[in-house]
């Protein structure tokens, strides 16, 4: 059973695969404050639970996986994988969410933002995927304000930092592309991470939730070791009067992304695809 639930999962990721069409550096030019020479990113050596770890990021990028004409929904989502800020788990919890997302008609955006630990430059990097994402729009048959972001573990954190702090500027504009808005239409938290650094696990202190942040999902559960990220943010989301729906289920840990077996992997999905449809019109 083991070996027939890898078989899917690597069925389900060569289909993302095969389906991409594109991959869109983010900075043609200078990467803004990276030391570090433009190259392809590295996988890493570690290859345990069939997950693709990418690290050393450098040439920050967007892998595009048109959703197919037939049921092009004219939304769009930017995915941003997770990793501690360290690495990013990029089949897991990029390709094989892709595929997820354009089996419901979204094209989607896989991120390989800066790692390792460049938090200020993964900002940078995923108000500029939006902006580009959305400057670009109609080469997708997306609408520019149908545009929104999901991310997973420090990916969550990453989208919700997108998502309170798209009026922040974080670097110089670079072309017409930074002119437009970097705000997500929606933000997808699945078990995200780092939320809760602020004193006695409060809300981190860089995020500023408003009433103007965009509608959010959460999904956490109990006995995830950063599974107070969910309680704080939601809090705080629901005290700025921000349209929030969070989701606390009591088992599934962290790291399961949409792979059976796992009680929150299997709930998480069904749950997203509804609040969509209600959520984001």
Not at 62 to 90: D, K
Not at 211 to 222: E, K, L, N, R, W
Not at 232 to 243: H, S
């Amino acid at each position: 059973m083991k070996q027939l639930c890898i078989l899917l999962t690597m069925i389900g990721m060569t289909t993302a695969i095969s389906a991409q069409q594109q991959t869109i550096h983010l900075w043609p030019g200078t990467v803004p404050e990276e030391p570090a020479a433009k190259q392809a990113a590295k996988v890493t050596p570690d290859g345990s639970n069939n997950i693709t770890r990418l690290t050393d990021v450098t040439d920050p990028l967007l892998e595009v996986f048109p959703a197919p004409a037939a049921n092009n929904n004219g939304m769009g989502v930017v995915i941003c994988p997770g990793g501690g800020y360290s690495i990013l788990a990029i089949n897991l919890e990029g390709y094989e969410i892709a595929a997820w997302f354009n089996k419901l008609g979204y094209t989607a955006f896989v991120l390989q933002y800066r790692v390792p630990k460049k938090e200020a430059g993964a900002l940078q990097d995923a108000q500029r995927a939006m902006r580009v994402v959305r400057s670009r729009a109609a080469e997708w048959n997306v609408q520019p304000d149908k545009i929104g972001m999901l991310g997973f573990s420090a990916g969550g954190s990453l989208t919700a930092r997108a998502a309170t702090l798209y009026n922040v500027q974080t670097y110089t504009p670079f072309d017409k592309a930074d002119s437009l808005s970097a705000r997500p239409a929606f933000g997808v938290l699945i078990y995200p991470a780092y939320l809760d650094n602020g004193s006695n696990r409060t809300l981190t202190p860089e995020l500023k939730p408003t009433s103007q942040t965009p509608p959010m999902f959460i999904f956490g559960t109990a006995d995830d070791f950063f599974g107070n990220s969910a309680l704080v943010m939601a809090g705080a989301l629901r005290d700025a009067k921000a349209a929030v729906e969070l989701h606390f289920y009591p088992k599934g840990g962290h790291g399961y992304g949409l792979r059976p077996g796992n009680p929150a992997a299997d709930a998480w999905p069904g749950l997203l695809e509804k609040w969509l449809k209600v959520a984001v019109k």
